[in-house]
C-alpha cells in the first residue's frame, strides 16, 4: 500500500508561480516512479509530467515543458512540481500517482498505468 498527500495548491494569477508538493508513505518510495496528473472541469484526467524511480528520467507533456519541473527527494519519500508562468489554462486538480508495477524503463503516461493516487489539490489560475 502506499499513500499520497498533495499540497500546495491555490488560487494565482496569470504568470504567477506555485508548487505542489507529494508526501508519500507505505511501500519503498525509492522503488517506484511517479506522476502529477490534472484534470480540469468536465475534461479528462492527462499526465502533466513523470519522473523515474532516482529523478534521473523525466517527461512533461508538451503544454508545460519549459514551464513546470517535476523533482523528487527520496530521502523525503516527496515530489514536486515547480510550475512557473501559470496559464488559466492550467487551471485542474493536480493529482500525484505513484507505478508501482512498471516493469520498464520507460515513463509510463497513462492514467491506468498508475496504481496510487492522492486526494487531490486545486490549482485555478486566473487572468
Known amino acids: 500500500q502506499v499513500q499520497l498527500v498533495e499540497s500546495g495548491g491555490g488560487l494565482v494569477q496569470a504568470g504567477d508561480s506555485l508548487r505542489l508538493s507529494c508526501a508519500a508513505s507505505?511501500?519503498?518510495?525509492?522503488?517506484?516512479?511517479m506522476g502529477w496528473f490534472r484534470q480540469a472541469p468536465g475534461k479528462e484526467r492527462r499526465i502533466v509530467a513523470a519522473?523515474?524511480?532516482?529523478?534521473?528520467?523525466?517527461y512533461y507533456t508538451h503544454s508545460v515543458e519549459g514551464r513546470f519541473t517535476m523533482s523528487r527527494d527520496n530521502a523525503k519519500n516527496t515530489v514536486y512540481l515547480q510550475m512557473n508562468s501559470l496559464k488559466p489554462e492550467d487551471t485542474a486538480v493536480y493529482y500525484c500517482?505513484?507505478?508501482?508495477?512498471?516493469?520498464?524503463?520507460?515513463?509510463?503516461?497513462?492514467?491506468?498505468?498508475?496504481?496510487?493516487w492522492g486526494q487531490g489539490t486545486q490549482v485555478t489560475v486566473f487572468s
Open positions: 500517482a505513484a507505478d508501482t508495477t512498471s516493469v520498464t524503463l520507460r515513463l509510463r503516461v497513462g492514467v491506468d498505468d498508475y496504481d496510487y
Open positions: 507505505g511501500r519503498t518510495f525509492s522503488r517506484y516512479a
Open positions: 519522473i523515474n524511480w532516482n529523478g534521473g528520467s523525466t
